[in-house]
């Protein structure tokens, strides 16, 4: 599941994704985030932003995104990156 979230005209967020753990590493979080992407660009957004748990960062490189930055520590414990790609 996910969530796009518009900021400004021209930036969307990523939010609330998760994959349940049974389908992990079977191609269904990149079909989601393929999804939300397309949906940013209909909406008119040029770049798609989020904060992603330390141990996903990979993930979202590996489609494309970058870290930017620190991004707030959830809960006081599980340590977050921002990431961000450009739209084409």
Do not use: D, W
Request: positive net charge; proline residues 5%.
């Amino acid at each position: 599941m996910g969530r796009i979230h518009l900021n400004s005209p021209v930036e969307a967020q990523v939010r609330y994704m998760a994959v349940e753990p049974q389908f992990a590493r079977g191609g269904l979080g990149g079909r989601i985030l393929v999804g939300l992407e397309a949906r940013a660009r209909e909406l008119g957004a040029k770049r798609v932003v989020l904060n992603s748990r330390e141990l996903a960062c990979r993930f979202y490189q590996q489609h494309g995104y970058a870290v930017c930055g620190p991004a707030e520590t959830m809960f006081g414990q599980i340590p977050h990156a921002r990431m961000m790609k450009e739209l084409s």
